[in-house]
């Protein structure tokens, strides 16, 4: 697959398979295109201008999504994202929940609270919070904030579970509790994750992509990646030779 | 450069360098001088609001004692008596005159409509006939007045008789009238002439006949026509015996007056003065209850039984308002009998009567009264009809503008809402005179709209036309500061937003209208304050009639004219002596506003001040 | 479909809404927009008639270069109607004779407008001239001297309530403070004086200006004085911080600084935004209504009576006469253009013959509001481009 912004090519010749119920990361020097290819998988892409995949496709659940009968809205229920920075709605706790079933027409209120508990609890987040749902999310601490998100990602049980460097804002032991959420998670969905961080990567990932200016230089079984790349590039990067 | 360098470079710089001990005024160094002069001109923001208040209270600070002086003779000379009596009888007596003279004329049309019909039909066809005539009858007219020779009126004359017979033919007749009247009638039509003088044959003969008819009718509705007079003649005793009454009061005030204008004067002995109406107090009271008996024998006067159903209605209502009227007699007997006429008015008094009074009345021979609720009902009613038409407006044009319009939309839609703010308000002002108001009007008077409360209207220039202007002056305001708000919602909520699968507009209505309401309200409170201080546009455009306008037609009470708080200052100002109680007044209300644009810009603030606390 | 499509769209009826509320947004700043454009080309188009003539060159600038006077109307037996002025309607009438029809006179439809012009135009000079150094100064120190306290606090919220303070309240507040209060020096002073300061050779008596342009001046000052301060304030908080730590590392003190780094700098955006000053304070009614504006004047501000000098009178007594004019102008009331428009519009009836003095009147006016707003806009873009720092 190629993709370019406007006339700029980001991402060249990228082959990437995504196993089922997974994590996978990817790692990269900054500005390879980790995040661009994150943003491709649920079409978040299409919000720049001028921005256009050029080449190839990208299949989920064996569908081009790029093909004229997919209703962006459904795509983006079924592949969930979560941003670098957390950013909850300026509303109450339930209510940012609450959100991605509402946009979607859910209007049945036992629904939606079970659905907010769930997704909650999912998150790690019911047992801290339940008492105060309705208190507003930005009061929250950044490390909440971000589970906080991830809860409202899950809520419309998504397949798919995109996370753009979701800790590069936290501190250690936040941290360590979104690690820790995103190995549970990895039992009920797929999730790709982009990281700087390449222990983070050892930690919570099974696979491990390796990008390079755009290009996709290796993607194996992360021990296999890490204790044993193939590539010399994989290699000098992961030795710290150059960033 | 060169000349530069060939001077001889010889003064050593360092003494040129050190600062000699500069200028100093009482020991105020330079610097802290200019630092000084500078925060003094600082201030002047603080002084120049601090001096509105100062002069608007230097005029205005008068009034209350003034308006309470006013009201303590007005009292105490009698006159409060005499309106206390009166003014309620007059407003019933007005109500139920009115409902059973509609009621009389509904039943006289029964028997007599279908001749009107006839005689009225007849008029317009002559009206119509001399239209189509006009410019034959125009130029024959002018042959007449230059006192041309005879001969010479042959020509026109006969012209004019040609397009008359012409228009008598083709005229269309509608069916009142039998085809042997119709034919009748086309030929007494073509005899229209000037030299004509007589009333058309066929005319004399309805109008003899519709007035046969109404004596008739009259006659068969004499129940009806009795209870009519008998309800007009009831308080005509009480009037009687308040006319001496009236007399005395006024001459009285004039004599306290007099004595306030100049000390030579001998002192009013208000006790004294008002012996008289004291004394006539008990026959006012006695003609008050022979009223209220007159009242009740017009009730039982009332006819069982009409002709037509409009009758019937008007009728049981007036039976309903009778009693009530009843009751509100032996109210005012109760007031009458609790009036004091030696208890001084306070000034708390005077105070609510200014803030809650409903009459604003001025150079008037009897009392005048200066109550602000007439004028805060305009002013605030046409602000809610510019506010209910400006939110929904510039709220959609700022959303549509930060986020669907395009770059080459915003290009535009920007600039143009922005230069309305440089339309001045006598220009708009003027458009409500000249344009606006005969556009409402004529609409109002379409028939599929006539549905809609109020229409169609009579008056050009009222609430909703000063209204509609208002709401363009507020719009560019509400505007931009609804889309600075919109626009400087983070980009990451609508990313996440759209990341859950929601749509643009769901995004928009759903996270960034809600981050964004803050900055949105305080755009409406200033474009509030906008409307609420605007002077020209409803000085040229309300209207200016100074009640409280009628609510009983529900919305259509913003067809209504109407006096603001903006306006009467504006328009009454530059006639009033200086110094008197009217000019005391008209600063009263200037204090008013001030409060008002005060309070409204505090609100607005204080929502402002939400959106910049920062969210973390 | 759905088997091979898990991502297919589920309602059609959802996209509709979507369009429609979009379509629905849309029309709403149209709206605004073409309400806007209608009522510009309405009074253009009723408007420039004034300012045209049937012959070459089509333009006819009598209506900017005449004094407004009372307009007639005369109507001959054939119908036709002739508009003129007082002097030629008798002319008229009397080779008319007796084929006169009728003849209907409107006060202050007739003329021009060069009176309201004049006397706009002085207005703002005042105003501008007294509000740009207040606001000015008042920014300087907002921008480069204040420190943050209680005092800066009640500067800014005394700024933002003055600009909320309605146009009528500060026509008030000139006639109580500069017709009937501010202070004159005067040999003789008038009853009314609040009060009388002797200074020996005169009095300083606080018995006010009258209505008059200064007195009017004044008052706009006040009205547009938030404006100014606001926008100089931001031109000076454009100019880097750089430019200043610069001057000062030199040694220069702060009014050094500020008068050679930051003011010059600063100086065409606060021109800029005066303009915007001009276009308001030449827009306001309410407040000079009560404190400069007439509604007739038959002479310009500058044509004032005087004795007539006598024949052997010196050059001095030339030159005293010809300062007092020109101080005149600033002591006598004067017609303006809004005001004009006011008495146009409520004063006299609307018919034929008045519309095209109230229609050329307000057309003159909003294009000369519009175009200095329009001048400060574009100067404030081209302004943006020019100085990038």
Redesign the interface.
Known sequence: MDFCYGSKAALQGIHLDVEYHRVTALIGPSGCGKSTLLRCINRMNDRVAGARVSKGEILVKGKNIHDADVDLTQLRKQVGMVFQKSNPFPKTIYENVAYGLRVHGVKDKTAIDEAVERSLTQAALWDELKDRLHAHALGLSGGQQQRLCIARAIATMPDVLLMDEPCSALDPIATLKIEELITQLARDYTVVIVTHNMQQAVRVSDFTAFLHLGKLVEFAPTEELFTNPREKLTDSYLRGTFS | MSPVSQQPASRPLGPL?LRKKGFSLFGIT??SL??R???A??????I??V??MV??L??GAGFLSTYRASLDVYRKSGMELCDLLEQPVREMQDKSTSLLRRALAHELATLTGEAKQRRDAVVVLIGKVQAMSAPERAALE?VL??SAPPETLADPRDQLRQATSRAAMSIPIPSVLSSREVEQFRRELATLTPENTELLPMLTALEAEFARQDTAARAQFAPLSAAVAACEQAPAALYETLVPLHKHARNTKELAQKRLSSRDQPEVHFPDQLKPILDARETLLTRLDDYGSRLKQAQAALPAETRSEEAAELLAQVRELLPEQAVQTAGIREKVLEWDGMHTVSMFHAALGFCFGPHWITNSPWQDFYGVVPLLTGSVLISVIALLIAT???I??A???SQ??SDREKE??K?????????????????G???LGDLIKSVSHWPLLAWLPGFPIEERLNMFNAGCLLA?MA?PTM?SLAEDALNSV?Q??A????????????TVF??IV??ALSGILAGIL?GL?RV?????VV??VAGNRIAIPDFGDGLGVVFQPAHTL?GI??QE??EVS?GSGHWQA??MV?IL??II??V??WCA?AFARRLETP?? | MSASNPFSGDNDSARRRETAMRWLLRLGSYFVVFVTVAIFAHISHKGLPALLKPEFPYIDTSFLTELPGTLHVIEDKQGRVTQTSPQEAETIKKQLGNELRSEKTISYAGGGILGPIVGTALLVLVSVTVALFLGVCCAIYLSEYAKKGKFIEMVRLAILNLAGVPSVVFGLFGLGAFVLTAPVLTDLPADRAVFVIPLGFTNLSFQGWDTCVLSGGFTLAFVILPVIITASEQCLQAVPQGFRETSMALGATRWQTIWRSVLPFATPGILTSTILGIARAAGETAPIMFTAALAFKDKLPWQKDLPPLPADAGMFAHWEQSVQRCLGVFTESVQALPYHIYTLAAKIPQNEYSEQAQYGSVFVFLILVASLAATSIWLRIHLRKKYKW
């Open positions: 360098l330079r610097a200019v630092r002069f500078f925060s001109m600082a201030s002047v923001a603080i120049v609001l001096l509105i002069f608007l230097r005029d002018v007045t230059a929904p407006l510039s959609a044009a959303v549509y503008t669907f319009a535009y839609i600039p143009v809402i922005e230069f309305i703010q440089a339309i001045p308000s006598i220009v708009l002002g003027f458009i005179i000249a344009l363009l719009v505007f983070p990451s909520y990313a996440a937003s759209e990341a859950l699968g929601a749509t643009k507009l769901q759903r996270v809600p981050a200033l304050g609420i201080g605007e002077t020209m000085l040229l903006t200052i504006a100002l530059g200086r008209l600063f200037g506003l001030f644009s005060l409204v810009n603030r969210k973390s």
